[in-house]
């Protein structure tokens, strides 16, 4: 606990990111139980941290992962400062308590109480600590990969975003993240004639933009059911009863779901649910003209591409044009593919069985983001990278939705502990 407070003590927003002080910490914390750790990074301000304890080799290495990079956040409108690590009403506060230096501290405290132990281990565990995961990796778990893959290499890896309870129709669900949207950004732009203000054109380059935005505002793009949210819809609608239960399937169906996501209304639930079942293009930011009087020759909006696994930036790019039209020139600035895991592994297992054991009436769902982690990065040296960070969350607090990368982001303090014996059973289930 006291390793966690003093993690969130340290401010890592990123930008600029300066996670060297957190590296740091987190390496003398594993000394003090004679685990060495490796400082590496491109910049000196912006350490990763590594860290391994060896097993027998029988088996190939698991990859604990925690970025330590936080989001910015604002400090006047948070109940407590949130650097100061505080505690208040059994909740530990502060930028980074879910997002997620909360990870680092469980991984710390675990591979400790492990050293300590003399577990025997049939695969070396490695921690990684990384930079720079809230602005693209760079210089966090993507350098790492391309540059001391030998340090990072393992079958099986966990970090965000998973592992948190989900309280659902009186139920429980552990969700485990197997699979990741990818990411598509690129600028609409449309064409004008230039000319005088006081003579409107319907052709104008902002008025065709400005139709081409709202369309693309208002439309759903089409279903493309997927492994991971037929899992994580099956899964939850197991744990269900009553009307739900049949419901909560079918939302994952390409005929039925768009249906009665229409009937159940928007709200924070369906709207995520669209977009885990489509492709999504969110306007994000405009921009045109430079003179109240004069038509600008073009007009252009930025907009957040997010595709489903199994798509091509051409599929993709396809239902955009039969929304916008031809006329509109679409152009990718920014890529990143999808990832998917698949949900039968022997660590799948391992993480329901640890749950089973630990909080038999709660449920393990596979579970898929919207948004990108780490894992695209882990997966490239072929490993099997599930969002797990176990974290209890009262049923009566606020969801974890709210608190990532909210203001008041915190953690109930028992359920950080909570947490501590789940990675620890789990890490021994795996390893030992
Ligand atoms: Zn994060």
Request: a negative charge; aromatic letters at 6%; charged letters at 20%.
């Amino acid at each position: 606990m006291a390793l966690f407070q003093d993690l969130l003590r340290i401010d890592t927003s990123n930008p600029p990111g300066n996670e060297t002080a957190a590296a740091r910490l987190c390496a003398q914390a594993l000394g003090e139980d004679g685990i060495e750790s490796q400082l590496l990074g491109r910049e000196p301000s912006r350490a990763n941290v590594i860290a391994r304890i060896k097993g027998d080799g029988s088996l190939p290495p698991l990859l604990l992962n925690a970025h330590l990079d936080v989001v910015p956040c604002e400090p006047e409108l948070w109940s407590v400062p949130p650097f100061a690590g505080q505690i208040k009403d059994g909740w530990l506060y502060g930028r980074g308590a879910v997002d997620m230096k909360n990870m680092a501290a469980l991984c710390i405290a675990v591979m400790r109480a492990i050293k300590r132990a003399g577990v025997r281990l049939k695969r070396d565990i490695i921690f990684c600590g990384s930079a720079d995961e809230e602005a693209g990796s760079s210089v966090g778990a993507l350098w790492l990969v391309e540059h001391h893959p030998e340090l990072i290499r393992a079958q099986y890896g966990l970090g965000e975003v998973g592992g948190f309870s989900l309280h659902l129709g009186g139920r429980t669900f552990y969700p485990v993240m197997v699979a990741q949207k990818g990411v598509c950004w690129f600028t609409m732009r449309a064409r004008g004639v230039p000319g005088h203000g006081s003579i409107p054109r319907r052709d104008g380059a902002v008025p065709r933009l400005a139709q081409a935005v709202a369309k693309l505002g208002s439309t759903r793009l089409p279903p493309h059911p997927t492994a991971a949210l037929e899992g994580m819809m099956r899964g939850l609608s197991r744990g269900a009863h009553g009307p739900m239960k049949a419901a909560l399937s079918l939302f994952a169906n390409a005929l039925v779901g768009p249906r009665l996501l229409e009937l159940a209304g928007d709200n924070p639930n369906t709207r995520t649910i669209a977009a885990l079942l489509s492709n999504t293009a969110s306007p994000t930011m405009l921009s045109a003209g430079v003179k109240a009087n004069v038509h600008p020759s073009s007009a252009e909006c930025v907009v957040d591409g997010r595709m489903l696994p199994g798509q091509t930036r051409e599929e993709f790019l396809s239902e955009i044009r039969a929304v916008v039209g031809e006329e509109i020139e679409l152009d990718v600035f920014q890529e990143q593919p999808a990832v998917e895991m698949p949900s039968d592994t022997p660590l799948f297992t391992a993480i329901a069985e640890t749950i089973a054991q630990i909080e038999p009436e709660a449920r393990v769902v596979p579970y898929m983001i919207t948004g990108f982690t780490d894992a695209y990065a882990f997966q490239q040296l072929g490993c099997t990278f599930y969002g797990f960070v176990p974290l209890r969350l009262p049923a009566s607090g606020p969801a974890f939705t709210e608190l990532f990368h909210g203001n008041d982001e915190r953690v109930p303090v028992d359920g950080f502990l909570w947490g501590v014996n789940v990675l620890y059973e789990l890490v021994l289930r795996i390893c030992a």
